[in-house]
């Protein structure tokens, strides 16, 4: 007790010479602690170093042998047909092994004698220079021709320390015309390394970017092998001891006909645009094509920062995927949707005949709606609104129906949300409704807006993919995501077909609702007044479409809107939507052409050269 | 004038005195400029020449002496008053990280502020032997069972978020720069003893805490001929580096195991192992004794520290630093498991280069507070 009040009374003091002397001996215990480890480590030192000396000496002089990985070959990508897209080619390339050059600019300018050699080419290779091992190949100029590799090896013995290797790259038969579906090839940078599993990726230099490349990496790529070689001092491979052979990656054969794409894209001639054709009965994406394309092999062999700026601020926008991330207003494509919507829900007087005078009037505003028609389409019903795509008529059912009701009709077709096509990128276009304008900008929704949404114009946006499975889904009454991956081959097995899954049923009140919407759009192609007879004529086959045209500048209220006075990129955008054959719909289609003015001029005859050659091959293979 | 005048008269050159008025302790300096040149010269070689490397790894080496040179300008009480402060700011930081940190090479490590972004793991290196120190320099020593429990859950919270980001080598010196301090602050041996077996008996739990790869390295350790085409390469081809290397060694830029790329990660963590291979035992002693150098005039100013505080920080930095070097050239002897711990101010790279010089800077500054000076 006396003892424990005397402990008590000291701590309630700093003792100072006291709490100095624990912290003396403290840190001489530490020390002394410290040097014992450090006579450990010593101790085990001397042994690696001088006891057992010989032995790893020995190990050392016979550690020649190496484990080197190995790339795998990655998976080819064919189309429907077995028609090769993405294949890997040999490409020559000049190395230059640092070590064994005596004098570098000696070398370089006489290479440049005998090989054409460029600025970027030697600043990439001084570059590399700097990063790489002296004893490692660096690689001075990609893609050599024969003629170049065979002028080399004539010289060849005139530059020690220069060789050429040979490497497998991508190739892309098809370049431009393919590459917003396959992607490209591109050198694996430092976010690729975040996603990968580095160890299978040793001995790969490039990784699928963008489109089907980049979307099946992990199927294309394989599996990385292992080589135990013998080296010499020097580094050199003397024999292969042991090798686990890579397995190579998978192939891949695309739901897409590569006579189509090209039917449509040549159809589309000098202009802007997308093409996206869908088998509705299942999803399977047949074309889809985005204009211009750019060349995927300059991304593969490296682009340099002057020529991708080029790409980037080209006024084509050759980098922009039209089908996938283009948004723009539907148009008047929208009209046969809205009207099945507002006959589904028996929106009120939806069965009444309306008279367009050219434009339409809310109560109690001044402000005139125009129609494209300026002279009005006199008294037209729903089916002969679509036909001859009448505005006025569309208002009037806008302003029925309300901007919430006809948002969550349209959001049964897949608008305002991704398709989920297995490529990735896609936008997800834009269905307002009053609540969206409430969040997002702050304002309540007026009347007006209703109106302009009816037809398609406002704040809705939609993509060429959305548009073309928003036309399957009314060709067949059913959603099925978009698809391009049709089966996978394995290396050395048989070729296994994908499953086409999440198929969804669009909700069907009355049939007949539907047949009607379905023949006034066979009425656009082949009625008298159809907005697309002319692309519907002399076709042996019904299809069924609706035009459109998207706004790309607003004409004000007193402003005509005159073709031919308005600069190019501010025309109007031109669509069409169709599926054929009418009865037994086996491809729906969306065509835009970027400022191509009238969606029956400019887009449905492209629509109509990829249906016709469509059924030819069909009849070819039914004839075979 | 005059000034400088007594000074020459009391016998102090005028370097001393600069050395002096900048809070510089010269021998240290001297210490730490010979171990990063023996640096520089061993990575030249492990790069594989690359001018590259050198010319980052000397723009960083300028950095953290910068930072050094601001650290020892810092007095001891200061940094005292805002320890607590540093170790509340240094927890939300590891907690930021732990929700929503940047995911950068498997691990989640990186805070990104907008401006700035750093690891809050690595500031806690400096924080947690200060944190300890103005704990226990607070009340007289030695502490008591609660106190010491106290403290141990202090150095415990953030050792456990640093494990779990997971990086295992950054908990490891973090954790025992605070136990460091439990100990120099006068814990009593028959608690570190009770203490000692806890800790034994709660290594299960650990080990089914551990992830894959992490308990695999101890597998192998124990065992690396089990897997010499994996985890196990890495220590068999270290020791080959080590060995091969003689009392000689094969000379500068001759190491054959670090050229022909038989040795992972040679310039980051396996560096020592170029060192060994192409300087031999003679290198290596060499490297050892500037280490053994540093600590122990590190431990001096320790010592000789004007109060409880400056005391076990400077004591805790000392040993810290001890702490690394023996982690890193055991690990790659194969004495411990590979745990990813730099060789300190010889590996590429590295925020862990900024953290060691302030504590430097830090320590300087201790060994240079003369106020009130005892005499």
Redesign the interface.
């Known amino acids: 007790m006396a003892a424990k009040s005397f402990m008590s009374a000291r701590i309630r003091l700093h003792d100072r010479q006291y709490e100095l002397n624990i912290f003396r001996s403290r840190a001489v215990f530490a020390g002394a602690v410290c040097v014992c480890i450090m006579l450990l480590l010593l101790g085990r030192l001397i042994y690696l170093q001088v006891v057992n000396h010989e032995l790893f000496s020995t190990l050392s002089l016979n550690n020649r042998l190496q484990l080197k990985a190995i790339a795998p070959t990655r998976g080819l990508i064919y189309d429907r047909n077995g028609i090769v897209l993405a294949e890997n080619r040999p490409m020559y390339l000049l190395e230059v092994t640092p070590e064994e050059v005596t004098d570098m600019e000696a070398t370089l300018s006489g290479l440049s004698e005998v090989i054409n050699l460029s600025v970027t080419d030697i600043e990439r290779f001084r570059q590399f220079l700097r990063d790489k091992r002296k004893f490692e190949a660096v690689p001075l100029r990609f893609n050599l021709d024969e003629t170049e590799v065979a002028h080399f090896a004539i010289n060849r013995h005139r530059f020690p320390g220069v060789d050429i290797a040979a490497r497998l790259t991508r190739y892309y038969p098809f370049g431009a015309s393919m590459v917003h579906v396959l992607g490209y090839m591109g050198r694996i940078d430092q976010r690729d390394l975040d996603n990968i599993d580095e160890s299978n990726y040793r001995a790969t230099t490039h990784i699928g970017k963008l489109g089907i490349e980049q979307n099946y990496e992990a199927e294309l790529h394989g599996t990385a092998g292992y080589q135990q070689v013998e080296v010499n001092v020097q580094g050199r491979v003397l024999r292969v001891v042991e090798e686990n052979p890579p397995i190579p990656g998978k192939d891949l054969y695309l739901t897409l006909d590569i006579h189509l794409q090209q039917v449509a894209e040549e159809a589309l001639g000098e202009e802007s645009g997308a093409v996206v054709a869908i088998d509705p009965r299942n999803g399977a994406v047949r074309v889809l094509v985005s204009k211009p394309g750019y060349d995927p092999h300059d991304f593969v062999h490296g682009i340099s920062n002057k020529e991708f700026n080029a790409l980037q601020n080209s006024p084509m926008r050759p980098l922009f995927n039209r089908a996938l991330t283009g948004q723009y207003p539907p148009g008047s494509t929208l009209k046969p949707i809205l009207g099945l919507g507002a006959l589904e829900e028996s929106v009120e007087g939806i069965g009444e005949r309306v008279h367009c005078r050219g434009y339409y009037r809310l109560a109690g505003d001044d402000r005139r709606y125009r129609d494209w028609k300026k002279q009005g389409h006199g008294s037209v019903d729903l089916s002969s609104a679509i036909e001859e795509s009448c505005d006025v008529f569309f208002y009037d059912l806008a302003y029925r129906m309300g901007i919430d009701a006809m948002a969550a009709y349209l959001g049964q077709f897949g608008l305002g949300r991704m398709t989920g096509i297995d490529i990735s990128g896609e936008k997800k276009g834009l269905i307002p409704t009053s609540n969206w304008k409430r969040e997002r900008m702050g304002m309540v929704w007026f009347p007006g807006e209703t109106l302009i949404a009816g037809i398609g114009q406002g704040y809705m946006l939609a993509t060429p993919l959305q548009l073309a499975h928003a036309v399957a889904g009314l060709a067949t009454g059913e959603s099925h995501r978009p698809q391009l991956l049709a089966a996978m081959r394995a290396p050395g097995k048989e070729t296994v077909p994908v499953t086409f899954s999440d198929t969804a049923l669009i909700p069907v009140r009355r049939k007949e609702n539907w047949r009607y919407i379905r023949e006034a759009m066979e009425a656009v192609v082949h009625g008298k007044r159809g907005t697309a007879r002319g692309a519907g004529f002399g076709a042996k086959y019904r299809f069924a479409g609706k035009t459109g045209t998207a706004q790309v500048i607003s004409i004000a209220q007193d402003e005509e809107y005159d073709e031919e006075a308005i600069a190019k990129r501010h025309r109007d955008h031109a669509w069409f939507i169709a599926y054929a054959p009418a009865e037994s719909p086996r491809l729906a289609i969306a065509v835009l052409v970027e400022n191509g003015g009238h969606g029956s001029s400019a887009a449905a005859p492209v629509a109509r050269k990829v249906f016709d050659r469509f059924f030819e091959m069909e009849a070819a293979n039914v004839a075979h | 004038m005059l000034h400088t005048e007594t000074q020459f008269i009391r016998g102090e050159s005028f370097t001393r005195v600069i050395f002096r008025r900048l809070h510089l302790d010269p021998p240290l300096l001297l210490a730490l400029l010979m171990l990063i040149g023996l640096g520089l010269t061993v990575l030249y070689s492990a ?6 490397m050198m010319v980052r790894q000397s723009i960083r080496l300028g950095v953290a002496f910068v930072v050094m040179l601001v650290f020892a300008q810092v007095p001891p009480h200061q940094l005292r008053m805002w320890s607590p402060w540093l170790y509340g700011l240094g927890m939300v930081g590891l907690l930021m990280v732990f929700y929503f940190g940047d ?4 691990a989640q490590r990186w805070l990104d502020l907008g401006f700035i972004r750093f690891q809050p793991s690595e500031v806690m290196k400096l924080i947690m032997p200060m944190t300890m120190a103005w704990y226990f320099a607070g ?4 502490p008591g069972f609660w106190r010491l429990l106290w403290a141990a859950i202090l150095a415990m919270m953030p050792m456990v978020l640093i494990a779990k980001q997971p990086d295992l080598g950054t908990a490891v010196l973090v954790g025992s720069a605070g136990f ?1 301090c439990l ?4 814990m009593r041996w028959r608690l570190i003893i009770a203490g000692g077996v806890a800790v034994m008996s709660l290594m299960p739990l650990l080990w089914h805490n551990m992830h894959g790869y992490q308990q695999r390295r101890v597998l192998t350790f124990i065992n690396p001929e089990s897997d010499p ?1 994996g985890a196990g390469y890495h220590i068999i ?1 270290s ?9 000689y060694g094969k000379g500068w830029l001759n190491g ?2 670090s ?4 040795l992972p990660e040679r310039t980051t963590d396996f560096i020592f192992s170029v060192l ?1 291979e192409e300087f ?2 003679f290198g ?2 060499l490297l ?1 004794t500037i280490y ?1 150098f540093i ?2 005039r590190s ?1 001096r100013i ?2 000789r520290a004007r109060d ?1 505080y400056s ?2 920080v400077a ?1 805790s930095l000392a ?1 810290t630093f ?1 702490v690394y070097v ?1 982690v890193n ?2 690990m790659v ?3 411990l498991p590979v745990v990813g711990v730099p060789l300190p101010l010889v590996s590429y790279g590295g925020t862990s280069m900024v953290t060691l010089m302030a504590g430097f800077g830090i320590l300087m500054s201790i060994g240079s507070d003369r106020r009130f000076s005892p005499g």
């Open positions: 790069s594989g020449q690359s001018e590259t995911v950068g090479m498997g009340k007289p020593l030695p460091v100990f120099l602050a006068g085409l081809q020791k080959i580096a080590i060995g091969s290397g003689g009392v054959t195991q050229h022909l790329d038989f060994a031999g035992l290596v002693l050892l053994a600590l122990f431990i320790a010592i409880t005391r076990i004591g040993l001890f023996f050239v055991g002897s194969g004495l």
